[in-house]
């Protein structure tokens, strides 16, 4: 069964992975706008054609035009992407109108929106969603200005819920995401129903169970706030116990959402609020923020990688077996826009150097831009994630995977035992097309694990502990089996392409647990 989903997950993941997080988001919000405009001509949403036209035409000029003028003035890189996502989500958390006062409204949103972006920043991370921020404002000064309206979040209806749930699947499935925010789907709707039942009871009504967890299920915004909003990278905390913690947090209140007395009116703390609540426990989680890398120098470890060697300008945290996400500004990105994830091939203590490494081949616009980076100059790293972590108990046995490039994860730990001088029973099994491009063999050699080496060529000189599979055999279940006999007492770790992942799935399930660290390229 777990070898079953691991081999189903990394096929769907590889062909996501062709689509950055950030593209995707913004083509599935735009499939969203498009399917809510003609469900409108129908009268089966709230807005009106017309009213959803004229609204999402404003909040994109609007968006745009402060993320320029502030881009501008902070002389920051152009990101119109950012702007039509937070627009987008924008559209669908405030209610559509044609009346004048109304649209100021949505433009003072909007402006919020973009600015919160520069505004309420730690060392250059904005700390809180912006379209949340956006609709908070704009509830806040409506206690004031009743005309210029407030959020209404129209997407909560349930026309909209198998579109919302199918596009969001794909999102979350992307960004492994998909299990947070169910988590928080269902703390959400559990409060809901609790404390929708509650009221009708303080009156003395009933209502069939059934019928109504339905529609607090789906006749409510949870599904577009998880999906689109809540799992957004720049406002999530590192690690994965620390996500899910803030999933709970931000699901109990927008599940029983709670008025809020401002002396001159009051407001609820709804699901916006709610985000915001989470997106400040995430800050307190993680205190990260955005790290300027100077690019010190490259090397060539075979013919086909490269190393990138990086002092960051400020200390930051990691932890061996994490990735970090580096934006590379340039003219023209393709489909997967100007950020790339990378593990870190350097352990902590190399800090302030920061090693990774890429491949070259494909044609990507990012690759091109990144080859071009000059010696001395700096790059934005957006922040550090991931739980690709070894066991924390240092006896527990391990099994390393991994598919050319894919070794970097395990550089950085294999770097850290020996920084640190532990001993750990670990194997790595290191895959490469070829013997030349078997790369950090020093680092590896350093940690004296036994290596098994699957290449179509014999390597020459492999330093001791080191084996080669054979030419006639291949890296598939049943040769890592025989590559790794005890691997059912072992805890498995695999980093390489998804369709390897997925190949080798009946084999990896075996093991004690089973860790995988997808890509599918750049």
Not at 419 to 444: C, G, H, K, M, W
Not at 499 to 510: F, N, Q, T
Request: aromatic content about 10%; proline content about 7%; overall charge neutral.
């Amino acid at each position: 069964m777990i070898a079953t989903l691991v081999a189903g997950s990394s096929r769907v993941l590889a062909v996501l992975g062709r689509v950055s997080m950030y593209r995707l988001v913004m083509m599935s919000l735009a499939v969203l706008a498009a399917l809510s405009f003609v469900l409108s001509f129908f009268d089966l949403v709230g807005p009106g054609p017309f009213e959803i036209l004229v609204t999402a035409v404003v909040l994109a000029l609007a968006c745009a035009g402060t993320d320029l003028a502030a881009q501008s003035v902070l002389r920051l890189p152009r990101r119109f992407e950012s702007s039509f996502i937070t627009a987008a989500i924008l559209l669908f958390v405030l209610r559509p109108t044609l009346d004048p006062i109304a649209i100021l409204g949505v433009v003072l949103a909007a402006v919020a929106a973009s600015l919160s972006k520069y505004v309420l920043v730690w060392r250059g991370r904005h700390i809180f969603n912006p379209a949340a921020v956006g609709a908070t404002v704009l509830t806040f000064v409506s206690v004031l200005a009743p005309d210029l309206g407030a959020s209404s979040w129209w997407v909560g209806t349930p026309v909209l819920a198998a579109p919302v749930v199918v596009l969001g699947v794909a999102i979350l499935w992307r960004t492994e995401k998909l299990r947070m925010v169910v988590g928080f789907w269902i703390v959400a709707t559990a409060v809901a129903f609790l404390r929708t039942s509650s009221q009708y009871q303080a009156i003395g009504e009933t209502i069939d169970p059934g019928v109504l967890l339905t529609q607090v299920a789906f006749s409510s915004p949870f599904l577009f706030l998880g999906a689109f909003m809540l799992s957004e990278p720049l406002t999530m905390p590192p690690r994965r116990w620390q996500q899910y913690t803030v999933a709970v947090v931000v699901g109990v209140f927008a599940g029983w959402p709670i008025p809020v007395d401002l002396g001159i009116g009051t407001v609820t703390l709804g699901q916006e609020r709610a985000l915001l609540i989470g997106n400040l426990l995430a800050f307190f989680f993680a205190l990260r923020a955005a790290v300027r890398l100077t690019l010190e120098r490259r090397r060539d470890l075979t013919p086909t990688v490269r190393e990138l060697t990086f002092e960051a300008k400020r200390p930051f945290a990691f932890r061996p077996g994490q990735y970090l996400e580096l934006d590379v500004p340039h003219t023209h990105p393709d489909a997967r826009g100007t950020r790339r994830e990378f593990s870190i091939a350097s352990a902590p203590e190399d800090l302030p150097m920061v090693r990774i490494a890429f491949k070259e081949g494909s044609k990507s616009s990012f690759k091109r831009a990144l080859a071009e980076v000059a010696p001395g100059s700096p790059l934005a790293v957006t922040g550090v994630w991931g739980d690709f972590l070894l066991p924390v108990k240092s006896s527990s046995p391990v099994l390393l995977v991994a598919a050319g490039i894919g070794v970097t994860p395990f550089v950085s730990q294999l770097r850290h035992l020996v920084a640190t001088d532990q001993d750990r029973d670990i194997v790595l099994v290191y895959v490469a097309s070829s013997a030349d491009e078997l790369s950090f063999r020093d680092d590896i050699v350093a940690a004296g694990i036994p290596v098994v080496v699957f290449t179509r060529d014999e390597p020459a000189d492999l330093p001791p502990r080191w084996t080669w599979a054979g030419r006639s055999t291949r890296l598939d279940s049943d040769g890592l089996i025989r590559a790794v006999p005890d691997i059912e007492g072992r805890h498995a770790y695999i980093s390489g392409p998804p369709a390897l992942i997925a190949d080798l799935a009946p084999a990896l399930g075996r093991a004690r647990s089973l860790t995988t660290d997808a890509f599918a390229g750049y």
